[in-house]
């Protein structure tokens, strides 16, 4: 490539930048109705033909967004030589919150547009590939587990991590919608993931995760309602 070329793709790629950069904005501002592509040109100071050939089309900007995100929890994922194995089968739960409270309104926002464009049926693939991408690094931890003969290996990892995956999906709904916080969000999660794990955990592990869950349940004061909120937002009935 020469030096033109280089010099081009590097200006685009700051205006794609740049671009993405309003878009969170707009949607942490005023959630998915404020992304506007002729107000989003206005802003990042490009014709909205710009935003089509660098991007696409507003449902192309939302993925774009939801994509970002998911890089931003993977960097924050990566486990270090000594990682224990729990705190992997744990990290996308936490360090995906964790980056949901440094922004709420955003994260709010994205994680409600991508499930809007998911119920439209037409991007179901692109949003299946979202959470196939969240699926594995569950499955990666639960795997862990499994290698430091925390697990008897006799559920499969990916049944696993398929049944924690679309908790936490449930679970994001949750508190998107408003249900509750983001500290009853990880407190939920959390119980589920430690739940999940106890089905095939050894005897010691299995009295570790149970400790861990008793940590995490409510108050007795709060089970009731935090127990019809849980069945309202996956669509239960008491």
Known sequence: MNA????????????RQRLLAEARFLLAS????????RELARLADV?????????????????ALGADVLNEIEARTTPGDDA???????AVVVESIALFAENEDFYRAAFLAVEWLDQGGQHHDEVARIYAWVGRLMTSGIEAC??????????????MSGLVTRNFRMNCRGWAFGHYGLDEFRRIALS??????SADAVETFQVQL????ATLAPSTAGDGASDETRRNHRGETP
């Open 4 to 15: 033109a070329a280089t010099l081009r793709t590097r200006n685009m790629n700051k205006r």
């Open 146 to 159: 499994r290698a430091a003969h925390l697990l008897r290996g006799r559920i499969p990892a990916t049944l």
């Open 84 to 90: 224990d194995p729990l705190t992997l089968a744990a």
């Open 30 to 37: 005023g959630g998915f109705e404020a992304l506007n592509l």
């Open 192 to 197: 589920d993931l430690y739940i999940t794990l």
């Open 210 to 213: 149970l400790r861990r869950i």
């Open 47 to 63: 014709t909205v033909p710009t935003i089509y050939n660098l991007i696409g089309r507003k449902e192309d900007v939302l993925l």
